[in-house]
């Protein structure tokens, strides 16, 4: 395998960065299958960002580096400054001397030879490289397990991603402005192929995603992502359209025009046009409603919530999205 060169020849070969916040028993789960990785020629390194802190994960990082043997350098971090995985990562790969940066998340499982197929993937002279990532799912999905699906056809990915270090230099890392795990990896995708064009694939370069357990209700807050929306719109307009979506949400723009006339109208004392318009946005929800059902898991509990989710989500997210414009002064779709 062709050997990067470092500027400084005692610097690391590549180095892993994980973003990590609060969750030792994810991270414990990823740092094994790291230091299980074969075919490996280079000096490596992984680097665990702690975003937390907490005092378990730091406990974790340094009794497994303590392993030693011929195992790679295993280091332990604080994020600094802007709190969020954006920042966090910013850290971890500011802290390198490595030409090369893979970038996965603490709740992944890479394979035995992700490392490996990465930086084949980026001999041909791109200056990144989205890897594959795999979500099992048994049986019929939750919304949620559908959403954590959508990895799987990402093209560029924090949770499996290899990027030449001089690049990530030429267009300043990650945005720290993206505080949430949401969109800082498209941003970063799009500013690299603004300025260097050679962003591909690493296809053999695999992880696997298991979906994790969340509360009831959990897309209610997720739709605070949509904020962040805005803030990649502003930046990368044309790429926004072409890449992540080129309509507005007219279903929501319905409910929540739907609501505010009902309401308006039963403020005005006109019984008939609120029930009529409540009536339409009730229609509204429950098209939602069944779009997010079919094809997805029918137990009566996952049914019940996506019933009572699907009421509150259109104007959650319309709230979202007016912030988004008003705070980056953007309109989009």
């Known amino acids: 395998m062709k050997r990067f060169a470092a500027a400084d020849p005692a610097a690391p070969q590549v180095a892993v960065v994980i973003a990590t916040c609060r969750r030792p028993g994810l991270l414990r789960r990823c740092l094994q299958a790291l ?4 075919g490996l020629v280079h000096d490596w390194e992984i680097v ?51 030409p090369v940066i893979a970038f996965t998340d603490d709740d992944t499982v890479p394979a035995p030879d992700w490392l490996a197929e990465g930086l084949r993937a980026l001999e041909g002279g791109l200056v990144a490289a989205g890897g594959r990532v795999v979500v099992p799912v048994d049986g019929a999905p939750t919304d ?18 290899f990027v030449r270090r001089n690049a990530l230099l030429g267009v300043g890392g990650f945005d720290a402005r993206f505080t949430r795990a949401w969109r800082e990896d498209s941003d970063l995708q799009f500013a690299l192929l603004e300025r260097y064009g050679g962003v591909g694939r690493a296809e053999r370069a695999v992880v696997v995603h298991p979906v994790r357990p969340v509360r009831w209700g959990i897309s209610m807050a997720q739709q605070a992502n949509v904020y962040f929306d805005a803030l990649l719109y502003a ?29 308006g109208t039963a403020l005005a004392g006109q019984g008939a046009w609120a029930g009529a318009f409540a009536a339409l946005a009730l229609a509204g929800c429950l098209v939602f409603a069944l779009r997010r059902l079919r094809g997805a898991s029918h137990a009566p509990g996952h049914v019940a919530e996506m019933l009572v989710t699907s009421l509150a989500i259109p104007f959650l997210a319309c709230y979202w999205r007016l912030r988004g414009a008003w705070r980056f002064r953007t309109l989009f779709p």
């Open 235 to 263: 930046k990368h307009p044309a790429l926004f359209r072409s890449r992540i979506r080129r309509r507005p949400p007219w279903l929501y723009a319905l409910v929540v025009g739907a609501g505010l006339a009902a309401l």
């Open 144 to 161: 949620h397990a559908r959403m954590t699906q959508g990895l799987e056809r990402a093209e560029f990915v924090t949770a499996n991603a």
């Open 48 to 98: 665990v960002v702690d975003d937390g802190p907490c005092a378990e994960t730091e406990t974790l990082v340094r009794t497994l580096a303590e392993g030693g043997g011929t195992r790679p350098r295993l280091r332990y971090a604080r994020a600094e400054g802007t709190r969020g995985p954006a920042g966090a990562r910013n850290t971890g790969w500011r802290s390198t001397r490595a």
């Open 35 to 38: 230091l299980r990785q074969q």
